[in-house]
């Protein structure tokens, strides 16, 4: 989808940090509901991962279609966090932003997942009045923001940004495990689990494994060391 480009406002971005944050009783509306117009959440997933690449989402929810079941996708199953990503693309605007593992790889990881959270919001069918980033770190957007920390846990369309990131992600890394078997990212989806990181020490590192982490490095360093 081709990025809808329009004028709008800018200010400072802020950062919020609310109480009660180490348990919250799940995301709400309240978040957007402060704004008058369209408000994206916005969230990442794979900025931790060894293969592939890391996939931002943008999500502008409607208050009279909000899906059921929203809540941050680490908590949910992966049949859940399905049907909601099917609802979701269903009843608000998406954006979906990918950065790959060798923009990661160029640039760093934290500039690449910020290039992912543009292109996601860039992609958005309509623009937003303002954004709400998950955590602490404010990407260079060209639109008015704020950080919530936990944000996954406390606002419905970061909440919402984290499922359509998270599935639209594990779905890339199946594809990539059907062209590259062996290090199981069906299941593991690129992340350092242990199964994966013996199928490093076994096969090595594939072409969509970010060179610069540094396991892959390691392995990398000791493949290219001669034999004395």
Known sequence: MPPHKSRHSKSKPSQISLP??????????????????????????GRGALAGPVVAAAVILHVDRLPVGINDSKILTSSKRDGLFDAIMAAAEVGIGVA????????NILQATFLAMKRALDALPSRPIHALIDGNQRPPLDCPMTCVVKGDALCFSIAAASIIAKVHRD???????????????????????ADHLRALEVVGPSPFHRKSFAPIRKLMTQESDPIL
């Open 171 to 193: 779905r890339l890394l199946k594809s990539l495990d059907v062209l590259h078997p062996g290090y199981n990212w069906g299941k593991n989806a690129g992340y350092g689990t």
């Open 100 to 107: 790959s593992h060798e923009e990661i790889d160029s640039v």
């Open 20 to 45: 009660g944050m180490d348990a919250p009783t799940g995301p709400s509306f309240d978040m957007e509901s402060r704004f008058v117009g369209p408000v994206a959440g916005i969230d990442e997933a």
